[in-house]
């Protein structure tokens, strides 16, 4: 039993450090997109672009559980930015198991250039926080101690995030589609692409939540923080 103990505090040690560590395989230029051009994006181009994207993920960014869009108001704009290039790249959503990646995919290629979605970002940037609907409850406790020894290293106290770890913040976001994003990580659909480089990451943090009563705890947890405004 001590044995399996130690084991286990050796492998979360090492996937948690392995999971904040930068790699230089691609990293560099996908960083220099996320931290320096998006800081000149033209809001008011964003803004006749995201007229698009505003039928399923509202006018507000609020998101629409029925269409399985997110809200986007609450994403840190480095981290919504550089998804999007990864579904315009291919990085993501490109597996036929992932039917709504596939559809954002799609979706995120009528932005033509890395100009463009950097406009659409700075307008999505300046919508106010939206306020997210809780759709399940779990043990919020047990997922606290879950995530402060898996999540909170990264992704921050109280699900805030960190930049500087390339880690998003988590509280603020919809329920229903963070648990897809995990199960979607356990089970390779995502971060499965060589250049997902984070995404490889999170792939061994998802695998710790043994199941879906330990997902749904972490969730819970995250949901029950206040969220921290941009």
Not at 9 to 27: N, P, Y
Not at 131 to 141: G, H, L, N, R, W
Not at 188 to 193: C, E, L, P, Q
Request: a positive charge.
């Amino acid at each position: 039993m001590a044995g399996s103990c130690r084991w286990l505090l050796m492998f979360l040690i090492f996937t948690e450090l392995f999971a904040c560590t930068s790699r230089k395989d691609g990293r560099n230029e996908i960083q220099k997109d996320s931290h320096q051009e998006l800081s000149s994006g033209d809001v008011e181009k964003g803004k006749a672009l995201y007229a698009t994207c505003k039928t399923c993920h509202g006018e507000s960014g609020q998101g629409n559980p029925k269409l399985n869009a997110p809200s986007l108001a609450n994403i840190d704009g480095w981290y919504l930015y550089r998804q999007l290039m990864h579904f315009k790249k291919g990085i993501r959503g490109y597996l036929p198991a992932d039917t709504l990646g596939l559809q954002m995919a799609a979706m995120a290629n009528t932005l033509k250039d890395s100009v463009t979605v950097r406009n659409v970002v700075a307008y999505i940037e300046t919508l106010p926080e939206a306020s997210v609907e809780i759709t399940f409850t779990a043990d919020i406790k047990k997922g606290q101690r879950t995530y402060e020894s898996i999540c909170g290293s990264c992704h921050g106290p109280r699900g805030k995030g960190n930049e500087a770890m390339n880690a998003p913040r988590l509280n603020g976001l919809d329920d229903w589609y963070l648990k897809r994003q995990l199960i979607n990580f356990k089970t390779s659909i995502r971060g499965s692409h060589p250049r997902d480089s984070y995404g490889q990451q999170m792939v061994p943090m998802a695998t710790l939540l043994r199941d879906d009563d330990a997902i749904d705890d972490v969730i819970a947890y995250i949901q029950s923080v206040q969220p921290v405004a941009r």
